[in-house]
């Protein structure tokens, strides 16, 4: 949030370049911006696919950070498993996990070589934790007695199983994660 108000005004989480900015602002030469927007995609890539699986809620601009150099990351953990927030009775979060035009801008728009490079790294770390999903699974199940009230019981896995898609193939669940990024894409809501 202090992004958007510093490189675009009260109105600067509406510009598709305030992220953008910022790192242009912070990588004066074409090689740190160059590395800073390769940090940008691959860090975005990670927070994308972790936050998925993992079901992290709660996620607006003051919880999610991005440095100088390009790396973006979730603070405030606080609700997670699909654990979602709601206010009035509606959804605070409406897609699977934030991935806005405005950071599809840092990496040269949609059918860009970066947004395919994003992409790639998405279907690649999400078919990655696939393979580990058994014992994702059950390093949360050791967690039960831990004390956290949104992991008290088995149940509380269900989100996570449905997340991991085990029983689809490599390909399948490329196509359900490529379907997830247009989706976030394409909403306005986090807007």
Not at 177 to 182: A, D, Y
Request: proline share 1%.
């Amino acid at each position: 949030s202090k992004i958007h108000k510093t490189y675009g005004g009260k109105f600067g989480a509406l510009k598709e370049s305030t992220i953008n900015d910022y790192l242009k602002a912070n990588n004066k030469n074409q090689s740190e911006m160059e590395q800073a927007i390769d940090n940008f995609i691959r860090s975005c890539a990670g927070y994308c696919v972790a936050t998925y699986i993992l079901g992290i809620g709660d996620r607006h601009s003051g919880n999610i950070m991005v440095t100088d150099k390009g790396n973006l990351f979730h603070i405030d953990f606080g609700h997670f498993l699909g654990n979602f927030k709601t206010k009035f009775g509606i959804k605070r979060e409406r897609t699977a996990f934030v991935f806005t035009e405005e950071m599809a801008f840092v990496m040269g728009k949609k059918s860009s070589k970066d947004f395919l490079m994003f992409e790639e790294y998405c279907v690649r770390g999400y078919n990655l934790v696939r393979k580990n999903g058994h014992f994702l699974i059950s390093i949360f199940m050791m967690m039960l007695s831990a004390g956290m009230p949104e992991l008290s019981s088995s149940s509380d896995l269900e989100y996570l199983v449905n997340q991991l898609a085990l029983d689809f193939s490599e390909h399948e669940a490329c196509a359900k994660f490529k379907k997830e990024i247009q989706e976030s894409l394409n909403s306005n809501w986090r807007r």
